[in-house]
């Protein structure tokens, strides 16, 4: 069993940059497979990014490659969305996940956090 916290999120402007966290308990972090998903307000669950047990492979939505970086510090039990050129669009409640498969799909994932509120003003 795994248990997520989110944090970092918040209110910033259209250009600004947040980076959230997602801690996770437990001694077997190492063994998941790590993904960031968003849900705006009346829209369903989407793939943000995603990244392989070892760090060694990532996978982003293509609406953030080069502004959205996704890590993770298995010493810490943690992994990381750092989010530049933020846009009014990237509004969304933001959730890790932890699936020991990998994939992009959030139907895939066992376990999330409770999540966490990006709002980016015009």
């Known amino acids: 069993q795994v248990q997520l916290v989110e944090s970092g999120g918040g209110l910033v402007q259209a250009g600004g940059s947040l980076r959230l966290s997602c801690t996770a308990s437990?001694?077997?972090?190492?063994?998941?497979?790590m993904g960031w998903f968003r849900q705006a307000p009346g829209k369903e669950r989407e793939f943000v990014a995603a990244?392989?047990?070892?760090?060694?492979?990532?996978t982003y939505r293509d609406s953030v490659k080069g502004r959205f970086t996704i890590r993770r510090d298995n010493a810490k039990n943690t992994v990381y969305l750092q989010m530049n050129s933020l846009k009014p669009e990237d509004t969304a409640v933001y959730y890790c996940?932890?699936?020991?498969?990998?994939?992009?799909?959030?139907?895939?994932?066992?376990?999330w956090g409770q999540g966490t509120q990006v709002t980016v003003s015009s």
């Open positions: 437990g001694r077997t972090f190492s063994t998941y497979h």
């Open positions: 996940a932890a699936d020991l498969e990998g994939s992009t799909s959030p139907y895939e994932y066992d376990y």
């Open positions: 990244i392989t047990r070892n760090a060694g492979s990532t």
